[in-house]
C-alpha cells in the first residue's frame, strides 16, 4: 500500500533510496496496525519509533551534508522542517504513553498518518527542489 513511486524521485540516487526504506516503515506501520493477531503491539510500536528516530536522523544528516557541499540556499528550510519532525517524534515517545493504552492502533494510525502526510508533502514540495549535481 505505502510504496515509493515515480512522482517521489528526486533524480539524487542516495536521497531516493533512503526514501525507499521511509516508505517502507510506513508501509511496516501499516501491517502492524492491521495485524489482528498481535493482541498487544506496545513492544512492537516502541521499535518502530526507534527506527524511525535513527532512521530520519541518518537520512536528514545525509540530506543536510549534501545540501550543504552543493551551496543550496534553501538549507536553512529544509533544516527547520527536518526538525519539526524529530520533534514530533520526540514528542510521541512511547515512553509518555502508558503501557495500557486502550487503543494501541490509534498510536499507530497516529504515526501512520503523520509520517506519510509529511513524507510526501516533504518530498513533492521540498525535496524535489534540490537539484541533482
Same mark, same amino acid.
Given at each position: 500500500? @505505502?510504496?515509493? *513511486?515515480?512522482?517521489?524521485l528526486?533524480?539524487i540516487e542516495f536521497i531516493? *533510496? $533512503?526514501?525507499?526504506r521511509?516508505f517502507?516503515?510506513?508501509e511496516e506501520? @501499516?501491517?502492524l496496525?492491521?495485524?489482528?493477531f ?5 513492544d512492537?510500536?516502541?521499535?518502530l519509533?526507534n527506527?524511525? *528516530?535513527?532512521?530520519t536522523a541518518?537520512?536528514?544528516?545525509h540530506e543536510?551534508e @549534501?545540501?550543504?557541499s552543493?551551496?543550496?540556499k *534553501? ?6 522542517q527536518h526538525?519539526t519532525?524529530?520533534n514530533?517524534l $520526540?514528542e510521541?515517545?512511547?515512553?509518555r ?5 486502550e487503543d494501541?492502533? $490509534?498510536v499507530?494510525?497516529q504515526i ?6 509529511w513524507?510526501?508533502?516533504?518530498i513533492?514540495?521540498t ?7
Amino acid at each position: 500500500m @505505502y510504496e515509493m *513511486k515515480e512522482e517521489y524521485l528526486t533524480g539524487i540516487e542516495f536521497i531516493d *533510496k $533512503e526514501h525507499r526504506r521511509l516508505f517502507e516503515i510506513a508501509e511496516e506501520t @501499516y501491517q502492524l496496525k492491521n495485524d489482528e493477531f498481535i493482541p498487544d503491539k506496545y513492544d512492537q510500536i516502541q521499535n518502530l519509533l526507534n527506527e524511525l *528516530k535513527d532512521y530520519t536522523a541518518m537520512h536528514f544528516a545525509h540530506e543536510e551534508e @549534501y545540501m550543504q557541499s552543493i551551496g543550496y540556499k *534553501k538549507l536553512f528550510s529544509q533544516k527547520v522542517q527536518h526538525e519539526t519532525f524529530v520533534n514530533w517524534l $520526540e514528542e510521541h515517545n512511547l515512553d509518555r504513553i502508558d503501557e495500557g493504552v486502550e487503543d494501541q492502533d $490509534e498510536v499507530v494510525g497516529q504515526i501512520l498518518t503523520y509520517l506519510t502526510d509529511w513524507l510526501v508533502e516533504h518530498i513533492l514540495f521540498t525535496d524535489k527542489q534540490i537539484p541533482a549535481v
